[in-house]
């Protein structure tokens, strides 16, 4: 119920519709959110009555919601609260979803699939909420086609990434560029909404270096895409380790 788009169409819906949200009312909501490293808790609410408390391995209020969701799947189909409870609690996340790459030398390392302006918010939020540390935001567009209809939208999603690092755009074969479309204007977009420390580095290498020698202690490094970004995240982490390993002698 937080997505407009979702509630423009619920009226011509002609079946029963089952409603979750946290900023709207709805049938599935969550009250006392708490976002943690690495995990969140939540109190369950349907219609109005308290469910119980859900214990989440995975960070964000985006998933929280997803959380919800689930809940509500469960519920209809007859599995008790106890049960989900119990289980949710076992799920620590999917491949290339906010996915620990390496954790060294105070340097953490995150990938994530993120590559629509919408999972991009949620994902920066997400390592916002639940860390407190400057986030280094990596981001390889995918597909000029993708990057055509969105170009506006990623101009807006990068709000809160202390910095942002834009990559070529990723575009196998047959796909061919559009004029207009670029990496280099996305950055001119992020700007223009108000966030300055924004850069275009459209080679994979070259993110690679400029980051080993830019992260410090404290940082968070998120690469995001639904290309072959995640590399530089696993090459980055093995570079980290390598250096403290060294350094270790």
């Given at each position: 119920?937080?997505?407009?788009?979702?509630?423009?169409?619920?009226?011509?819906?002609?079946?029963?519709?089952?409603?979750?949200?946290?900023?709207?009312?709805?049938?599935?909501?969550?009250r006392n959110i708490r976002l943690e490293e690495r995990g969140s808790e939540f109190e369950a609410v349907y219609h109005g009555k308290p469910l119980g408390v859900l214990k989440l391995q995975v960070p964000g209020r985006h998933n929280v919601a997803n959380a919800l969701a689930t809940l509500a799947?469960?519920?209809?189909?007859?599995?008790?609260?106890?049960?989900?409870?119990?289980?949710?609690?076992?799920?620590?996340?999917?491949?290339?979803?906010?996915?620990?790459?390496?954790?060294?030398?105070?340097?953490?390392?995150?990938?994530?699939?993120?590559?629509?302006?919408?999972?991009?918010?949620?994902?920066?939020?997400?390592?916002?909420?639940?860390?407190?540390?400057?986030?280094?935001?990596?981001?390889?567009?995918?597909?000029?086609?993708?990057?055509?209809?969105?170009?506006?939208?990623?101009?807006?999603?990068?709000?809160?990434?202390?910095?942002?690092?834009?990559?070529?755009?990723?575009?196998?074969?047959?796909?061919?560029?559009?004029?207009?479309?670029?990496?280099?204007?996305?950055?001119?977009?992020?700007?223009?909404?108000?966030?300055?420390?924004?850069?275009?580095?459209?080679?994979?290498?070259?993110?690679?270096?400029?980051?080993?020698?830019?992260?410090?202690?404290?940082?968070?490094?998120?690469?995001?895409?639904?290309?072959?970004?995640?590399?530089?995240?696993?090459?980055?982490?093995?570079?980290?380790?390598?250096?403290?390993?060294?350094?270790?002698?």
């Amino acid at each position: 119920m937080d997505d407009e788009n979702v509630r423009s169409i619920i009226p011509a819906v002609q079946r029963r519709v089952i409603t979750y949200g946290l900023d709207r009312e709805a049938g599935f909501t969550a009250r006392n959110i708490r976002l943690e490293e690495r995990g969140s808790e939540f109190e369950a609410v349907y219609h109005g009555k308290p469910l119980g408390v859900l214990k989440l391995q995975v960070p964000g209020r985006h998933n929280v919601a997803n959380a919800l969701a689930t809940l509500a799947v469960c519920q209809e189909v007859g599995l008790p609260f106890s049960d989900v409870q119990k289980h949710i609690v076992g799920f620590h996340g999917a491949k290339r979803r906010f996915q620990l790459i390496g954790d060294v030398g105070g340097v953490m390392v995150i990938d994530d699939y993120a590559h629509h302006p919408t999972e991009i918010r949620a994902t920066i939020k997400a390592a916002k909420d639940g860390w407190k540390r400057p986030v280094i935001a990596v981001f390889q567009p995918h597909r000029y086609t993708r990057t055509h209809f969105l170009m506006e939208e990623f101009g807006k999603a990068f709000g809160e990434a202390d910095e942002v690092i834009i990559a070529g755009i990723y575009s196998p074969p047959p796909e061919k560029p559009i004029p207009g479309v670029s990496a280099e204007r996305i950055v001119e977009l992020i700007q223009a909404n108000g966030a300055q420390n924004v850069r275009l580095i459209a080679e994979k290498g070259d993110i690679l270096e400029y980051l080993a020698r830019r992260v410090q202690p404290g940082d968070m490094v998120l690469t995001m895409g639904a290309g072959d970004i995640w590399q530089v995240a696993k090459a980055l982490a093995e570079r980290l380790h390598d250096s403290e390993t060294a350094n270790a002698r």
